[in-house]
């Protein structure tokens, strides 16, 4: 069954079980998923790529299917769905599961036999997610800047806007870049902002940072290399560094409690998206709650450094990412 976006609320889970939602606009399915499953138990929500079912078909089956008396309801995820997943899909159906599934997939054309099912079983909930438009872009970034009383003009927010391929998610990551640096200049001028959207075309600062604290260093040290960073660069890198750093430092020192890594990752306020997951816990268990605070400390007189010799910012940085992605600090 087809149904339009503003049909599918939570009062619709109660009517039906299986849901694909297929596009190219990944920001948006996010954000209806999110929507979705806001006051479920994060530990009954469990997440599947397509190819880890396919590899172990029985013991998915297994987990989806057999169900004690107390236990709550079970909601999958399933990720990058093809057509492969059809059959397995059609397995749980007829054994009339009451647990929630829902499958994300990219384009799947009108030929899709995946798409061709959900559209046509009236039990079953589809709906397509398309490129935002160029309008709804606009208002989601107005309402951005003005919560973060940040002040662009239109024609600035057309330039970002531009350069997000109708998806929410992109946009509201090149916003944060501007947040980051607004933090530091009250004002951002145009050429600017065109470096910052332009800085890591292939790979963000976000993605750099992520790696160094996962200690992945030869990724880290591709990531650098790939980019031309300027001096104006290197502020903004510090303080979304000591951002992502904070984060870090809490749930370290929740998983030092708990010793339960998914445990500290489902509770994670604000939660962590999906694709975030298995490199944060990575940087959970390189960190200890103890040097994690030392790197923030590290990280105020690295930006202190740099305003001082900004001739020199390039190299701090870069020095200071390198060291930080080889140095041994779990132990």
């Known amino acids: 069954m087809i149904k339009k976006l503003f049909e599918i609320n939570k009062s619709i889970l109660q009517n039906y079980n299986f849901y694909l939602f297929y596009g190219v606009n990944e920001g948006s399915k996010n954000e209806k998923i999110d ?28 987990s989806v299917l057999n169900k004690s008396l107390f236990e709550e309801r079970k909601i999958i995820i399933i990720k990058r769905a093809t057509n492969k997943i059809l059959d397995i899909i059609k397995s749980i159906i007829e054994k009339n599961s009451d647990n929630l599934i829902i499958i994300n997939s990219g384009v799947l054309d009108k030929k899709s036999k995946l798409r061709n099912y959900f559209e ?21 970034a107005k309402k951005f800047l003005k919560q973060n009383n940040i002040s662009l003009s239109q024609s600035d927010v057309n330039i970002v806007i531009n350069k997000c391929g109708g998806d929410r998610k992109k946009l509201l990551n ?13 004002k951002i001028k145009t050429d600017e902002i065109l470096k910052l959207i332009n800085l890591a075309e292939d790979h963000s600062i976000s993605e750099l940072i992520d790696n160094c604290l996962a200690k992945n260093n030869k990724k880290t040290i591709n990531i650098l290399n790939e980019n031309n960073l300027s001096n104006e660069d290197c502020i903004l890198i510090t303080r979304i560094f000591l951002n992502k750093s904070k984060k870090i430092y809490n749930l370290c020192s929740e998983f030092k409690k708990n010793r339960n890594i998914e445990l500290t990752i489902s509770s994670a306020k604000p939660p962590i998206f999906w694709k975030d997951k298995e490199i944060t816990k990575k940087q959970i268990y390189e960190w200890t709650p103890e040097n994690i605070k030392n790197l923030i400390f590290k990280l105020n007189e690295i930006e202190l450094q740099i305003k001082k010799n900004i001739g020199s910012s ?13 140095s041994k600090t779990n132990n």
């Open 314 to 326: 390039i190299n701090l940085i870069t020095d200071f990412i390198i060291n930080q992605s080889i």
């Open 120 to 140: 046509k079983e009236k039990k079953l909930v589809t709906a397509a997610f398309y490129e935002d438009t160029f309008d709804l872009l606009s208002n989601i």
């Open 35 to 62: 929507e979705l499953l806001k006051n479920f138990n994060r530990d009954n929500i469990f997440n599947y790529e397509e190819n880890q079912i396919l590899n172990d078909e029985n013991s998915f089956l297994e």
């Open 174 to 186: 090149e916003l944060d870049k501007i947040k980051y640096f607004t933090l530091r200049n009250k």
